[in-house]
């Protein structure tokens, strides 16, 4: 399986959302769930964000 990452896009909004309403994704996370509008917002702000605060997506080619 080859694994890699890269800076997040407004395309990733539905991925981001899929992942994030995982029970088991947000097991330990202090958010969510979130709705289909605070995903948005989240991805939104991470694609305007500063180089210095990277936001990645992990992409695994099966």
Same mark, same amino acid.
């Given at each position: ?5 890269? &800076?997040? /896009? ?12 995982? &029970? ?10 979130? /709705? ?13 964000? &500063? &180089? ?11």
């Amino acid at each position: 399986m080859l694994v890699s990452l890269r &800076p997040l /896009t407004l395309d990733d909004t539905g991925a981001v959302h899929e992942w994030a309403s995982m &029970p088991e994704a947000r097991r330990y996370q202090a958010w969510g769930p979130n /709705t289909e509008t605070e995903t948005l917002a989240y991805v939104r702000e991470a694609v305007a964000s &500063p &180089p210095s605060r990277r936001v990645l997506g992990v992409l695994a080619d099966d």
